[in-house]
């Protein structure tokens, strides 16, 4: 096996932890929605949409063969952790996420075993090469800043022969969040804060994950309009509109531009290496293996780590590190309503009514579609919720 390879460039790490952790601490975000929100629940939505993820694993039904380790990078608060340990329990559950708000989170959920979580960049993941028999990463690589950079350290941390499950929104399809923020590119801004990239379509994550080194094992599309149905629609039409919709998926063709989930299951190529010992914790300035104590972690090389009040070891930057960016970053400076804010909402107004009028002649075929293979069906309501 190769040596350990070079950390990349770590030093936006810190920078993308304080935005993040300042995004989830902001609430006002998810009320807006909520009676959307609350609805997409009860219909079924989130089952369905987990159901997908996990089935892309291909758990043996019982779970009893599984061994070894599963990573979930951006873990968040650890739902998506603890279903699949449910399903795979021969597996130890590890998971990195850059917010130490939803790692607390995660900490304090219940859990079937023990998680071993830490805060960490998904560009500078405190593992070891080949650490991990599996990898999951629902609706996280949209998020960063250079995707290349993110799939070559998931590349590096799973074992030759590992899977990895990756989900992401389809920015191929029709849903007026993906149209604005190509607007928004047109007229030379950034489409949303954190990421949040909508923009980039299944061939563009072929491409990517090809150039990781991964193998494109099989590609499921779900959540027909789905943000239309929860930003856009009144609640109360998500019941009847997501079991008109949601078969569509099933139709060849049409889930490219219906469907507003995309997710992949991803094989590092290679002969199957048997499961190890547990995954090696490592440095994420020198990736010499790491040490931990009570106050955090620290390498052979004099890089030190502490644990945040929440309880995980924040590996996003080290102890007297100097501020990433010089002292203080800027916050970038939000942009000011004009005439290009104006003309991008009157846009957006438009091609909501077009996605609409779109939308409405394919409710038929969606029906018939339904009549063969209803989704909902195969999953109960409350399987995965959390
Ligand atoms: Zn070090």
Known sequence: MAGPT???????????????????????????????????????YNSLIRDDFYRLFDFAPDGGERRGSLLDAGCGSGVDLINLGRLAPGMALYGVDVSSVLLG???????????SVHQAALEAIPFADASFDAIASHEVVEHVEDPAVVLAELFRVLK????????????????????????ARLMGRRGAPV??????????????????????????????????????????????????????????????????????????????????????????VCRAPVTFTDEGAHC??????????????????????????????????????GWAFQLERWLRRAAILAYAAWLLPLLPLGLLAGLRHQPFDHVAKDAWNP
Not at 264 to 269: D, E, H, S, V
Not at 301 to 317: C, M, Y
């Open 160 to 183: 030759p022969g590992g899977v990895a499950v990756i989900a992401t929104p389809n920015g191929a399809s029709l849903w007026s969040e993906h149209l604005r923020q190509r607007l």
């Open 300 to 337: 052979g090389n004099g890089h030190r780590f502490i644990r945040t009040s929440a309880g995980p070891v924040d590996f996003t930057e080290p102890v007297g590190a100097a501020p990433a960016g010089g002292a203080a970053a800027p916050t970038p400076a939000a942009p000011q309503p």
């Open 6 to 44: 070079a950390p990349p460039d770590r030093a936006s790490g810190a920078q993308y932890r304080d935005r993040s952790e300042a995004l989830h601490r902001d609430t006002t975000v998810h009320q807006r929605n909520y009676d959307n929100l609350v609805m997409f629940s009860a219909c079924g």
């Open 195 to 284: 990421g949040a990239d909508h923009t980039r379509t299944p061939g563009f994550w072929r491409r990517e994950f090809a150039r990781a080194g991964f193998v494109v094992e099989r590609q499921v599309f779900d959540a027909a309009a789905i943000e239309f149905q929860t930003y856009v629609a009144p609640a109360a039409w998500m019941p009847w509109l997501g079991r008109c919709l949601e078969p569509l998926r099933a139709v060849p063709g049409l889930g490219l531009l219906v469907c507003d989930r995309v997710k992949f299951r991803l094989l590092k190529p290679g002969m199957a290496v048997p499961a190890a010992a547990a995954p090696v914790a490592c440095c994420t």
């Open 105 to 115: 989170q995660a900490l304090q959920r219940p859990s079937p075993r023990p998680l």
